[in-house]
């Protein structure tokens, strides 16, 4: 139960970043939802999205790194 709940943590930013690219993507090729007035707000939220959600993703793998006491090696 543990690891599905921590699968649903991952996923769902996951699913959020992709959400933010396709409406950044939706606004560079004129295809515009009615509940943005204008295509920069659509691009910006997208963007806001896409970047709130990979800073989560970042932040939940550092922790948990650090939690395992996994440190970064130099090669």
């Known amino acids: 139960m543990v690891r599905f709940i921590a699968f649903l943590l991952l996923f769902i930013p996951g ?7 396709k409406l950044m993507r939706d606004t560079i090729f004129d295809d515009f939802y009615p509940i943005f007035f204008y295509a920069s707000i659509q691009f910006v ?15 939940f793998i550092v922790y948990r790194d650090r939690k395992k006491q996994k440190e970064l090696k130099d090669k």
Request: without cysteine; proline residues 0%; charged residues 0%.
């Open 15 to 21: 699913a959020l970043a992709a959400f933010g690219i």
């Open 45 to 59: 939220f997208g963007l806001l999205l896409f970047i709130g959600s990979i800073l989560f993703l970042g932040g």
